[in-house]
C-alpha cells in the first residue's frame, strides 16, 4: 500500500503559470520528500522537508509541510517546457524506507 | 547524470526464466534500495542493504531475492518469471541511514525495464 496519495493525478498548465500539487499521507513521518521523474527515466531528487519545518524553498520550488493536516503541497513557479514530468512525494514513516505516492502528472503547454 | 550504474536498460524473456539485475551505487554510498515500478502498481519499495546487510524488507516477492556484495555493488535476482512481473526496476543509493534509520535523499539509477513474454 502507499503512504502518500498526490492530488490531482494530472495537471496541464500554460508555460509561465504556476503548478501546485499536494500530498496526503497516514501516519506520522521523519521527513517528506519530493521527486521528479521525467518520462521513462530515474527519479530525481527535488527537496526534503522535515516534520519540524513548515516551509522550504529551492529555486523555483516551494514545498510547505503542515503534520496536523498529515499533507505537503509543491509549488513550481513560472513553469517551463521543461518541468513536464511526473512529481513524487516520498515519506518514510517505517525506519530505513521511503514509501512513494502515486504521482501527479504535470504537462506544460507552451 | 546520478552515478547511479544499472544493467540492463532492457531485457526481453519468457514466463518461466530466471534474470539478474545488477546495481553499482554512487561512490561512498552504503545503502541500496531496490523498487518496482509499474502502470498498476505504482513505486513499491522491494528491499534495501546496508554495508552487506539487509536492513528492511518490503512487497518483495518469493520469488524475488537479493544482495549487496563487499564491493558494495547490488543484485536482484528474479526467477519464475511471470507476465505481471514486467516493470521498471529501480536501484538507488544513498550514504547512509540517518538517525533512527531516517531516510534521507536517494540518488537513483535510470532503471532497468524488464519485459516478460
Known amino acids: 500500500s502507499q503512504q502518500g496519495e498526490e492530488d490531482p493525478q494530472a495537471l496541464s498548465i500554460q508555460e509561465g503559470e504556476n503548478a501546485t500539487m499536494n500530498c496526503s499521507y497516514k501516519?506520522?513521518?521523519?521527513?517528506l520528500q519530493w521527486y521528479r521523474q521525467n518520462s521513462g527515466r530515474g527519479l530525481v531528487h527535488l527537496i526534503l522537508i522535515r516534520s519540524n519545518e513548515r516551509e522550504k524553498h529551492s529555486g523555483r520550488l516551494r514545498v510547505t509541510l503542515d503534520t496536523s493536516k498529515k499533507s505537503s503541497s509543491l509549488l513550481i513557479t513560472a513553469s517551463r517546457a521543461a518541468d513536464t514530468a511526473s512529481y513524487f512525494c516520498?515519506?518514510?514513516?517505517?525506519?530505513?524506507?521511503?514509501?512513494f505516492g502515486a504521482g501527479t502528472t504535470v504537462t506544460v503547454r507552451a | 547524470d546520478s552515478g547511479v550504474t544499472q544493467t540492463p536498460k532492457h531485457l526481453i524473456t519468457a514466463t518461466g526464466q530466471r534474470v539478474t539485475l545488477r546495481c553499482s551505487p554512487r561512490s561512498g554510498d552504503l545503502s541500496v534500495y531496490w523498487y518496482q515500478q509499474s502502470l498498476d502498481q505504482g513505486l513499491q519499495f522491494l528491499i534495501q542493504?546496508?554495508?552487506?546487510?539487509?536492513?528492511a524488507k518490503g512487497n518483495i516477492l518469493e520469488r524475488f531475492s537479493a544482495q549487496q556484495f563487499p564491493d558494495l555493488h547490488s543484485e536482484l535476482n528474479l526467477s519464475s518469471l511471470e507476465l505481471g512481473d514486467s516493470a521498471l526496476y529501480f536501484c538507488?543509493?544513498?550514504?547512509?541511514?540517518?538517525?533512527?534509520?531516517?531516510?534521507?535523499?536517494?540518488?537513483f539509477g535510470e532503471g532497468s525495464r524488464l519485459t516478460v513474454l
Open positions: 542493504y546496508y554495508n552487506g546487510e539487509e536492513r
Open positions: 538507488a543509493s544513498s550514504p547512509r541511514p540517518g538517525l533512527a534509520g531516517r531516510v534521507g535523499e536517494l540518488f
Open positions: 501516519t506520522s513521518i521523519n521527513n
Open positions: 516520498a515519506t518514510d514513516k517505517e525506519d530505513y524506507k521511503l514509501s
